[in-house]
């Protein structure tokens, strides 16, 4: 669903190597969208003081220190719910009923949160369009 390339962004001979990759990933005929949905990842920034990526949409990141580890978890989420037409939502559900037990077989739980002083309980999920409208018509509140 998604290519994420990584560089040693220190490395001296690194956009030879960006050339290279690309051109093998043309080379297997991937499909067009993969490679424009590519995640470009500029590693080891904190070797370089002051670092600014000079390509669009490249993310700087120090593997080593974590510098940039959240923004790329936060790219990789959305261009990977964006190509498999999938959502994060957060739904109260009431723990008397169905619900819960219908989002583990349907859909990805990420998180329950149960509020036992009303016997609900929030719930985010990763869930499907075709799914959620499933959802919606099982259980309209």
């Known amino acids: 669903d998604l290519i994420v390339h990584v560089r040693d962004i220190t490395h001296p ?3 030879l190597q ?3 990759v690309l051109s093998v990933l ?3 005929n991937l499909p067009s969208h993969l490679l424009d949905s590519m995640v470009e990842v500029h590693n080891k920034v904190d070797l370089i003081e002051r670092y600014k990526p000079t390509e669009e ?6 593997a080593l220190h974590g510098h940039g580890l959240e923004e790329l978890k936060e790219e990789m989420e959305k261009k990977i719910l964006t190509a498999t ?3 994060i939502l957060t739904v109260n559900v009431n723990l008397e009923g169905p619900q819960l037990s219908w989002l583990y077989k349907e859909a990805t739980v990420q998180e329950v949160e149960v509020k ?5 309980a929030t719930v985010k999920v990763i869930i499907g369009n075709s799914a959620f409208g499933r ?7």
């Open 26 to 28: 043309k080379n297997l």
């Open 57 to 62: 949409n490249a993310l700087a990141i120090s």
């Open 85 to 87: 037409g999938k959502k």
């Open 116 to 120: 036992p002083e009303d016997g609900t």
């Open 18 to 20: 960006k050339a290279t």
């Open 13 to 15: 001979e690194t956009i």
């Open 135 to 141: 959802y919606k018509n099982l259980f309209p509140n």
